[in-house]
């Protein structure tokens, strides 16, 4: 049986964010069978009927809170009319009965201000979350339990993910595909979606600052040039040198446009490395190490864990088979 994917359609949503789970739970298919690896389906907290949204036009819901007790994962987008939600941390009675039908162990995401659902649900008490930029004082201020991080697109911690505001919705549901089903099929999904497969950085970089002084170079050449000899040691010095810049310049530069440090920038490529060669080849681990760069297993292994909390045999024990299933 797919993996039934529930999104509940609060009023005041936000068409955009309301089509996320849809469109990208929506095109997985099983290696090889082409059957749907998802079943998505749309509810909310009334009997089924039209609901709101933030533009000129209502939807027509065909599910009512029931279908919430159906759910492997549940997805709050967001919404502009969250009330007493918003003001006072607090539940309506209407959707506090909606979510009383999640049963227990089903994995919770949401879009946005959508995390302030769950937030006033107490689902994310003593959790780490993050919501949109503009939103994260007020959020941590309304829920002092919740840690909040407001860097960040989206945060994982296992059975409740929330992420940033709008297009980084996009971002979590691909993170759920390459968790749930490996690179490849993320992959795939991002690339009919037309979107990147990983944004680099935080929200950092998507908070009004001051524009850089025109006419200076940005960094996509020292990136390139990097991502070209992974394999390889690569120091800032010499990216540093492929865009004419001091260290010091580059550095601030490449923060600036990435969002995080070269230093770290280039540990995620590495690690992106590592995760499509211990999912598409039979290269051994030490193999693998030194093609994505990081030299020997035991450094591998250090930063495979801290970046995805497994071990790189364990990932390739959960991915190969789906990742080299015939015709994937």
Known sequence: MPHRVVVLALDGLIPFELGIPQRIFGLPREPGRGEKLYEVVTCSTRPPGPVPTDADFHIVVEHGPEALA???TVVVPASYALGPVHREGRLTDELAAALAHIRPGTRLVSICTGAYVLAAAGYLDGRPATT???SADHFQRLFPKVRVDPDVLFIDDGDVLTSAGVAAGIDLCLHLVRRDH???????????????PHRDGGQAQFVRRPLPET???????ARAWALGRLDGPVSLREMAAQESMSVRTFTRRFREEAGVSPGQWLTRQRVERARHLLESTDLSVDQVARDAGFGTAA???QHVRAALGVSPTAYRRTFRTKAMAPGS
């Open 215 to 221: 006419g200076l170079a940005s960094t996509a050449a």
């Open 299 to 301: 450094s591998l292994r």
């Open 132 to 134: 949109h930029w503009a």
């Open 70 to 72: 159906t759910a492997d």
């Open 182 to 196: 490996g690179t490849a099929v993320a992959n795939d999904v991002a690339r009919r979606t037309v979107v990147p």
